[in-house]
């Protein structure tokens, strides 16, 4: 298997991705390319900071939305889970209903689209 197939199985799950400046991103993997930048949907970030010394090392989240990130600043890409479930209620419904123009001609298909 290639490169390319072995991440097109990954494509629409949620993954977390850590950069070098330590920064892990997590959101839906949309797409890559030869360079592996990688676009991703639904991005937060999630910085750390302090942890010198005797401090704890607080995280510090943003949303961030639809991110690309360039290829040569990504460390590693883990899966967080799967893709997300498939919503019927955004999706576009088509029918074709028979209507009759004339008792003389046969009925024509007519488009009926419900939202």
Known sequence: MSKTGKMQQWLNYKIRVTTSDKRDIVGYFLAFDRHMNIIVADADEFRRIGGKG?????????????????GENIVSISIEGPPPPVRYSSCLYFFLVPVTISPCLPPIPFPLIYY
Do not use: C, D, F
Not at 60 to 66: D, E, N, P, S, V
């Open 54 to 70: 005797k401090k704890e090392a607080q995280t510090q989240k943003r949303t961030l939305g639809l991110i690309l990130l360039r």
